[in-house]
T-cell receptor, first 113, second 110 residues
């Protein structure tokens, strides 16, 4: 079984809708991250969490929110989706002593119409 | 702020050696990582350099020069399966996150 899983894998939604992307991990890591990837722009950090009680904004947090429900679960919400949030979203985890080595989920392809 | 520069695309033939460069500007550099991503799949960790010099892992090696704010990924004995995007990523001192470059697409031809 995959160490980092994301649901859904693909999602089509309409402008203004609220959606949630979920991430679970079985690696026992305390650190979790959400990135978005757009063609030609690499991976940009949206939010990250170092433990259940810790949430931090990344480079591009506007329009997004997150929830760390448990050590193993980190969800990303788009409160009111807009077309320029169409992207590939990745969840990742790392240990506290191995931030340089992140383990990524398979990604969620989101299309906002 | 931080910035990373890497070529957008590199082409090579099977069996050859290719070098993907990464230059960075950051305040308080901690280390440089490299990741591989096949066609929109999950990025996977390849290597990490915190100190100057060469790190070798099989056919892949990574080099860092802290004084030049420069690193590279060296792929030897290229195989078709090495066709992928490669990202360098910087960790700043005092931070526990990575900033990724925009990626280099490597195309390996027969």
């Amino acid at each position: 079984d995959a160490d980092v899983t994301q649901t859904p894998r693909n999602r089509i939604t309409k402008t203004g809708k609220r959606i949630m992307l979920e991430c679970s991990q079985t690696k026992g890591h305390d650190r979790m991250y959400w990135y978005r990837q757009d063609p030609g722009l690499g991976l940009r950090l949206i939010y990250y969490s170092f433990d259940v009680k810790d949430i931090n904004k990344g480079e591009i947090s506007d329009g997004y929110s997150v929830s760390r429900q448990a050590q193993a679960k980190f969800s990303l919400s788009l409160e009111s989706a807009i077309p320029n949030q169409t992207a590939l979203y990745f969840c990742a985890t790392s240990s506290s002593v191995g931030v340089e080595t992140q383990y990524f989920g398979p990604g969620t392809r989101l299309l906002v119409l | 702020g931080q910035s990373l520069e890497q070529p957008s695309e590199v082409t090579a033939v099977e069996g050859a050696i290719v070098q993907i460069n990464c230059t960075y500007q950051t305040s308080g550099f901690y280390g440089l990582s490299w990741y591989q991503q096949h066609d929109g799949g999950a990025p996977t960790f390849l290597s990490y350099n915190a100190l100057d010099g060469l790190e070798e892992t099989g056919r892949f090696s990574s080099f860092l020069s802290r004084s030049d704010s420069y690193g590279y990924l060296l792929l030897q004995e290229l195989q078709m399966k090495d066709s992928a995007s490669y990202f360098c990523a910087v960790r700043q001192s005092g931070y526990s996150t990575l900033t990724f470059g925009k990626g280099t697409m490597l195309l390996v031809s027969p």
